[in-house]
């Protein structure tokens, strides 16, 4: 690669985890993406990453993530590993600290940051034309987890709330949670809560510049996959979301239809590509992305001040 | 009166209160309630009952209520008097149980519930259509109070939230709170902190069937007079209440505009009249109304503990 | 009656047609409008009238229109007669003259004008917000006619129909039709076509100011009651009208399901109460009404043109 | 190319336009069609290919159309041209019928076909969800013309309303026009009347199952991009489009405020994306795409009647 072309070559990216929505990262980088291409996969799972490299044409197939990171090739890594090998907070100030050091450019996965509705939401708020934020709602309900009794605990806090955690952040710029309280239960598979699942969380967030904040999740919801948001400022009230898939809308004798959402990767799949994009520019340009590992040891730091609230029943303040 | 003149002769009503709101009840008993006419108002303002007295055509103007009470004409009452005045829980009982005993109907102005939308959403709540409610929320935003050194503490748990608390039981029929966690500040007008205001709240609630409700109140709403309600559970999700007040909808260069609610009076203009039809009926019927002194006393404790639970930083049960 | 009471003693109201719609006027003038009272009923139809009076405590039921006429205590009257008596251009002229040489306030009941929604994009575009209008949009879909083979041809001009011309107009202040192009079948019912059954038409009219506008009609509509207005200017565009009666909307596995409308009287509801006090203030004040004469007569010779290009196939100028 | 090959090499396609459309489809054939790559561009104009060919990595740029036509690694072409190009009714034939003899597949890019709520939209009513159509609308309101002194005539009806009377057929499917009747006006650029122009139009066109659609367009709407279509039959209605571009709503003192969609290449950026991967698809796979020739004709003849039903000022039959 000559230095004239830096500007136009793609980043040859390497992607760890094929499983669901591994694979789909994997179709926007070697698809959707000009600015990227898919330099290998690597999965633990016998057989996975062969099979998602060879239909999408990588060079690289791998069960060891090590051997893909040590490929002089790949210039860049995507990481879709499941939420229960997400790190702690102490290994998040690690990683983050060790990505520093090593000048490697880390953006953390908050796709909703790159979601067209809420991302003119946020810029909406950061331009001040609701003058101070004062109540935020973030809201995420699955349609339905296929396998209950396997689902770790806390999953909902660091899984799915995660994301509710840094949209408040988001669609608060500047300012930071200072307290958590939550309250979770399996009221949608109650079977299962002797095993410790929490299907359903609600969690209340105080931010230090007054605001109070709710987020919202549940694994049941029958008519969609349902991603919310509302800020309330002294100066106007902003929302982001719609369960409808289209803008298509059936009346009929029995009532209105309209297409909902089923699956994150319908829902965010410009947002997702869009998200890879600027990665891929970041690392093309030496650009630090957003958003990085302040960002995630953030909301890390809400769920896990929610777990343990939960657990407790008082309020807790998030670890700085 | 004879027997046969029972079914149709207007119920005589007193007033109480000759307040806004107050005025606007007088009103519609007065015109819009073919089954009342307004037989008298009592308001301790000196004037204030002659002048509302004089122009519904009311043949009794009066500073005592005591009097209103007394006149033999006056077959019932409407009490409109502000939130200060409110009972505590005892004298809750006190009033509930002296108005068993004299055999008097005794309903409580929880207006939404006469709100042809919130009564399509608890009946369709009640007929099992969303299986078993889960996650629920009710929010009060008020455009502005005039006067905010004059509100006194606790204002936005007794006169707006209790709506919201008595909302909460309503859209989840037969379920009752156990558990009251609120935080509570003066964003809207942090120059009145110090006094006490109170002008923004967030309270969880959970109730005895599992679900998680979140009841959210602010007096800062500059888009208008803001009443939602939704109830998530687990055969699906219904909403009720819109910001705009009639379906016209104007897009120009520079956005969209709709007329949005202010006033209560004005949203639930039609709710309040059939809440007093229906007590007139269930006056002139002897049939017990509802909501009544069970439902009161019930949003009463989740006030009293949310207020509690903002003091003390920590959740609280509601007496029982 | 003393001059002194004239400002708020009610008019004495007369009620021609004792129908569906005309029980429901009479309802209104009898419990809703404060400025009015229902003083008699006449209907051809054998105790119909005497029916309705009964039930609503008027004093005076005949058979006979020209006896309620006579009475000298019936200050005004409504006229809720079908279509099919609905006059020729010639008799509306004689009509509005007649009214005007015996200085009798005229009101034509075009009751879209008095819904807040349709009143409030008038106001709009009467305010030249939308710039020059250009574009408009008239909608009336009936859910279902009972008796195809009864209604007689011209009716969806006639009854239904008018109404959209007349909103037309509404909509677009100032400015006259000058040419209409009307088509019409019996879609909805074929098997009545051979009876001269028209159910579904759509007519184009021009108006004056260069605005094209469509006007549509069927009454075919299973979904529910539907009336919508649009219109489009030079400066932006305003729409009114729903189909949802209520804001309550349920989300679940087999779609949405919202409240309809079903009935004119339930969604014009409180349009017919406005239409009918501002009636009664103009009655009492002296004032003349408005939609009035030359509105009617408008509308009518619109329809009249629309029935002549449906049967002719080209555009026909409406009599001037 | 080997035939195991065949399923995965992309096609190489020539693109003959290098406007500003045509620059959009040659980056989607580059960048987001994995089944095509940009094989060369065209374009009368100086400079103009090359500039397009250059930035998109295109090895072919030309002047010639018939260059590009002439070259061998040219698989497959796509025509960008402007509407004042696009052929009459026996050119339109002769088209189809070389394209038939030489085995070419023909698509025509009548792009609301791959927009996915229109899609669902004729889903449903081809599904018998909608019993008979009875009643359509299909709108296009561009939000302004840049330069309406070199606006052709007929534009309004060969670029605009051409893809409304597509959409038309595409919400009746199976049905045909057979009548057809248009205004048309200069209500939007009046100063430019003389010279012919015609900003705005309605059109009315029955079909031969009876139903009556109307199609509508301007050049003036300052609100947005508005595009819309509306099927209503037997057993209902259904809707498609939204001039809302994001799910963002803000709602603030002075109104509520939308992102709307401004260009065709927004609002339809999925689906000429979604037209080409299929276009690419069917030429590898040697499929006859969608739609064809003969929807092209069927568009052609109506929009050329309406062009004749606007000079003279009757109905007209489209040519069989």
Redesign the interface.
Known sequence: MTVSDAGTAPVAVGLIGAGLIGAFHGETL???V?GARLAGVADPAPGAAERLAASLGAPLATTDPAELLADPAVEAVVIAAPARFHADLADADRATAAAGVAGVPLQVGFNRRFD???R??HD?VAAG??G?P??LRSLT?DPGIPDPGRVPPSTIFLETLIHDFDTLRYLNPGAEPVEV?A?A?A??YPDFKDQGLQD???V?V?FDN???A?A?A?F?????Y?IRGEV?G??????????R????????????????WRRNIDLFHDAYTAELAYFADCVRGGVTPEPGGRDARAALAVALAAIRSAQT???VAPDA
């Open positions: 070697a698809r959707r000009p067209q509705s809420f003119a939401a909406l034309r609701l101070t004062q109540l309900r309280y309250v239960d009221l949608a359903t969380a609600v209340l105080r007054g605001a109070i709710t919202e549940s049941n919801a029958v008519y969609g349902d309330f002294s100066a106007g009230m902003v929302t982001a979301g719609d369960i898939r289209t803008t298509m809308t059936f009346h009929g004798a029995e009532g209105v239809a309209s297409d909902t029943g008082g309020p």
